[in-house]
């Protein structure tokens, strides 16, 4: 009797055909799966960035539509406007006896109120940039007409930190002013 022969199947490296495709399919898949993980995470932080950017442009605007139906800012804004346009001595008003005047009363609101909106825009809860190109040149000039009361109240209560928020936001929009996009 004639033995049959038994064709042996073509190996590489040890290792059939069989075994070297199924391998390399599992490593594509393992391969797709990284890259699709790699790729989603980059867009969700992304995504993430995005609306932080949008949340952040969203509380700026919805701040400066608030202080425009604020009647205490408002009212305070047209008393420091008049003490302003009539050359008032700022400083004089910083003194302790005249911590009962409204005058003072309506410029502390006033500073207190650009204090808490440079603290945000400071952590990142509020955009600058939209602030900035809303109410520029009110700020710089309001803050150059107080910055002398802020000073005197530094110096009385001894206390060096006192609205240094708005004061590194004045100083920084100093050296970068608005710009005429025209």
């Not at 992304?46 to 969203?58: C, M, P, T, V």
């Not at 001894?158 to 970068?176: C, P, S, V, Y």
């Amino acid at each position: 009797m004639d033995p049959v022969a038994i064709e042996q199947p073509l190996k590489i490296l040890g290792e059939t055909i069989g075994f070297w495709v199924q391998t390399a399919v599992i490593l594509l898949g393992a391969g797709a799966a990284v890259l699709t993980i790699v790729i989603n995470g980059r867009l969700s932080r992304q995504s993430i960035a995005h609306n932080e950017k949008l949340s952040r442009q969203r509380a700026t605007i919805d701040l400066l539509l608030t202080q425009r139906t604020d009647m205490n800012l408002i009212e305070s804004k047209k008393a420091v406007g008049v003490i302003h346009n009539n050359g008032g001595d700022f400083t004089a008003l910083a003194a302790r006896d005249k911590v009962q005047e409204l005058a003072r009363s309506h410029i502390l609101s006033i500073i207190n109120n650009y204090e808490f909106i440079a603290l945000g825009i400071r952590e990142g809860a509020l955009d600058e940039s939209i602030y900035k190109r809303a109410v520029y040149s009110q700020v710089m000039r309001d803050w150059k007409a107080m910055k002398a009361f802020v000073m005197e109240l530094r110096r009385q209560n001894q206390i060096d930190t006192l609205f240094q928020e708005l004061e590194l936001l004045a100083k920084r929009w100093d050296q970068h002013s608005l710009k005429c996009d025209a």
